[in-house]
């Protein structure tokens, strides 16, 4: 792996940890945006790597936004459009990713934190985590997907209230509005995040990747058009191994052994 400045990843078996390590509250300047970037390119090109964990380093934050002080250092109209899509091209990038993608936010996640775990394939959360979009209080609004993906998870009058008031919830609240799909104690989120990464790890490469390209895929369709994209990523599966090796496994009565072929 690459060495970078803000960024540690460790390889667990089949699993990266990607962790951002910007103290004190891992905000993202450019190099952190930089530096998250090349490692997502290394992560998604290593053959060897079936899952990825995003989290935060230290206990106050998942990432707590983007840097003010490179936001205040912004001079125009252009820079700034090239400034929010440079990040949102890294955003894209994990919800584009083949392989299943967690985010394990240890503790705050706002603005550019909150759009970062928005990406993520499936989030897990403290239950001292706080989100939000808090972008409104600086005079600008969410640039780095915050008005795209925001609605389409929680839904439009509630993410219009979110954005415009730009007052954080709680962990228990993101629960019951979808934005996590587990809430754990705070010491356990890594755990919980690694434990769920195995899971997903033993499952075919093959397998992970057609139904990430069909739900992902297919939010983008219409129900007609998402069906046969189904369609498509289920006829590639039939006469793969794993297809084989999963049908022989079920009819043997034993746990299939998948070789992602």
């Given at each position: 792996?690459?060495?970078?400045?803000?960024?540690?990843?460790?390889?667990?078996?089949?699993?990266?940890?990607?962790?951002?390590?910007?103290?004190?509250?891992?905000?993202?300047?450019?190099?952190?945006?930089?530096?998250?970037?090349?490692?997502?390119?290394?992560?998604?090109?290593?053959?060897?790597?079936?899952?990825?964990?995003?989290?935060?380093?230290?206990?106050?934050?998942?990432?707590?936004?983007?840097?003010?002080?490179?936001?205040?250092?912004?001079?125009?109209?252009?820079?700034?459009?090239e400034f929010i899509l440079k990040g949102q091209?890294?955003?894209?990038?994990?919800?584009?990713?083949?392989?299943?993608?967690?985010?394990?936010?240890?503790?705050?996640?706002?603005?550019?934190?909150?759009?970062?775990?928005?990406?993520?394939?499936?989030?897990?959360?403290?239950?001292?985590?706080?989100?939000?979009?808090?972008?409104?209080?600086?005079?600008?609004?969410?640039?780095?997907?915050?008005?795209?993906?925001?609605?389409?998870?929680?839904?439009?009058?509630?993410?219009?209230?979110?954005?415009?008031?730009?007052?954080?919830?709680?962990?228990?609240?993101?629960?019951?509005?979808?934005?996590?799909?587990?809430?754990?104690?705070?010491?356990?989120?890594?755990?919980?995040?690694?434990?769920?990464?195995?899971?997903?790890?033993?499952?075919?490469?093959?397998?992970?990747?057609?139904?990430?390209?069909?739900?992902?895929?297919?939010?983008?369709?219409?129900?007609?058009?998402?069906?046969?994209?189904?369609?498509?990523?289920?006829?590639?599966?039939?006469?793969?191994?794993?297809?084989?090796?999963?049908?022989?496994?079920?009819?043997?009565?034993?746990?299939?052994?998948?070789?992602?072929?």
């Amino acid at each position: 792996m690459g060495e970078y400045t803000n960024v540690r990843v460790a390889l667990e078996d089949r699993v990266a940890i990607l962790t951002i390590d910007h103290p004190p509250v891992n905000a993202f300047n450019h190099a952190t945006l930089n530096d998250l970037d090349a490692a997502l390119d290394e992560l998604i090109a290593n053959d060897q790597v079936k899952v990825i964990i995003i989290t935060g380093a230290g206990e106050f934050a998942f990432v707590a936004g983007a840097d003010i002080n490179e936001i205040a250092a912004v001079k125009d109209a252009a820079e700034a459009r090239e400034f929010i899509l440079k990040g949102q091209g890294v955003f894209n990038k994990i919800e584009a990713c083949p392989k299943p993608v967690i985010a394990a936010i240890n503790a705050v996640a706002l603005g550019g934190g909150l759009e970062l775990a928005m990406a993520c394939h499936i989030r897990i959360l403290a239950d001292r985590a706080r989100l939000g979009q808090p972008e409104s209080n600086l005079g600008i609004i969410p640039g780095w997907g915050g008005t795209q993906r925001l609605p389409r998870i929680v839904g439009a009058a509630k993410a219009i209230e979110l954005i415009l008031t730009g007052d954080p919830i709680n962990a228990q609240e993101a629960y019951r509005l979808g934005l996590a799909n587990k809430v754990v104690p705070a010491g356990q989120v890594l755990a919980e995040a690694k434990g769920l990464a195995k899971k997903l790890a033993a499952k075919s490469r093959l397998t992970n990747e057609a139904a990430l390209e069909a739900i992902l895929g297919g939010l983008k369709l219409s129900l007609s058009e998402g069906l046969r994209l189904e369609a498509d990523q289920f006829g590639k599966l039939i006469g793969s191994h794993d297809t084989q090796e999963g049908v022989s496994a079920f009819l043997q009565k034993r746990q299939p052994r998948f070789t992602d072929n």
